[in-house]
């Protein structure tokens, strides 16, 4: 921890807006109040997060009764509308969605991302990485951020000859249009159902109804994943 500590310290070391995402696996913070266990690795993580007045947003549990899984920023005025839902497939963490806001509106709201990639684009784009040669692209690094930028440069350039991309819009759903058969997205609703029974009841009986669930609902859609990898298969190999 103190190691990505000075890591995350170099990253907001920037004038620019800094996101910071994802599991600290620290329970015993007071995301009210910005306090913690009194010892080095929570001493050491709260003094950079408030050194560098970074929000969390995050004020639902998202690990039984823990806030593991983080939204830090530099300004709250990037992100919006922070939520909490279910698990989704066979994850024990509780999914965090938000929405960003853009400084620069964009013509029509559109973009261009990167598709999905065929198996002989990935296996292209894997060659091309594969043949750099790190130990030249690095010998003129003294810093970490200059190792970080000629990595990123490296890479940009690989996806951008090897991956095609498409047009989309930047404008989505609060809830996205879900494709799964019917009896999946029901398996999904009586997971979402359970899951909110437990959190207002905290009963065990009702945890263990939500952990069955979830369980059920895990099984089914890796069932249909594996499924639809096979027919993906099959339809490539004729």
């Not at 913070?29 to 913690?36: P, R």
């Not at 698990?87 to 973009?111: A, E, Y």
């Amino acid at each position: 921890m103190l190691l990505s500590v000075r890591c995350l310290q170099k990253l907001c070391s920037s004038d620019k807006v800094t996101f910071i995402m994802g599991e600290c696996n620290l329970p015993h913070i007071d995301w009210s109040y910005y306090h913690g266990t009194d010892n080095i690795i929570y001493n050491s993580f709260l003094k950079f997060v408030n050194s560098y007045n970074l929000i969390q947003l995050v004020d639902q549990p998202t690990r039984e009764d823990n806030i593991l899984d983080l939204v830090l920023l530099t300004s709250d005025m990037s992100i919006s509308d922070v939520d909490v839902f279910p698990p989704t497939g066979s994850s024990d963490h509780n999914v965090v969605m938000f929405n960003t806001n853009s400084v620069n509106s964009l013509n029509n709201h559109c973009i261009s991302t990167p598709t999905f990639l065929t198996g002989q684009e990935l296996i292209r784009l894997c060659y091309d990485l594969c043949s750099v040669n790190w130990n030249h692209i690095f010998q003129h690094c003294f810093h970490i951020e200059d190792c970080w930028s000629m990595f990123t440069e490296t890479l940009t350039r690989s996806v951008n000859e090897h991956v095609p991309v498409v047009h989309t819009s930047t404008k989505r759903d609060k809830y996205p249009t879900c494709h799964y058969p019917r009896y999946i997205i029901k398996f999904i609703n009586d997971k979402g159902i359970a899951w909110k029974r437990w959190k207002f009841s905290k009963l065990e009986c009702d945890k263990l109804a939500y952990k069955a669930a979830a369980a059920q609902c895990s099984a089914a859609i890796k069932g249909i994943m594996l499924l639809k990898s096979l027919n993906l298969i099959f339809v490539k190999t004729i």
